[in-house]
């Protein structure tokens, strides 16, 4: 059914780093743009980083530049954010999406563009 389910969510203070997982063992993982997006209390979701599974690529909003790395272990079917030096402007609910590629990855997805998401993990950063 494309299931993605994420995990890794929570609480943490200004500066620390979370883990975010995405395990999606119904995807093939050949060729899908699997990335992040987040949709902060009254504010529209924003793309946040996504890995082409076919070449590598890895593309990133401005605002996470540095700070957050996107990651995928093929084997595992499963995509990682690791978040480091969080702002509070981090906070919000970090869904995985995942986009058919029909040739490549060719920038960051807006959310709208995913073709699969899932119910999301909430993040909380704390001042």
């Known amino acids: 059914e494309g299931h993605l389910v994420e995990s890794g969510g929570g609480l943490v203070k200004a500066g620390g780093s979370l883990r975010l997982s995405c395990a999606a063992a119904?995807?093939?993982?050949?060729?899908?743009?699997m990335g992040w997006f987040r949709q902060a209390p009254g504010k529209e979701p924003e793309g946040v980083a996504c890995i082409s599974t076919y070449d590598g690529r890895t593309y990133y909003a401005d605002s996470v530049k540095g700070r957050f790395t996107i990651s995928a272990d093929k084997n595992k079917r499963t995509v990682y954010l690791e978040m480091n030096n969080m702002k509070p402007e981090d906070t919000a609910v970090y869904y995985c999406?995942?986009?058919?590629?029909?040739?490549?990855?060719?920038?960051?997805?807006?959310?709208?563009?995913?073709?699969?998401w899932g119910q999301g993990t909430p993040v909380t950063v704390s001042s």
């Open positions: 999406g995942a986009v058919v590629l029909l040739i490549r990855l060719w920038g960051l997805p807006t959310p709208h563009e995913y073709d699969y």
């Open positions: 119904e995807f093939s993982f050949d060729s899908y743009g």
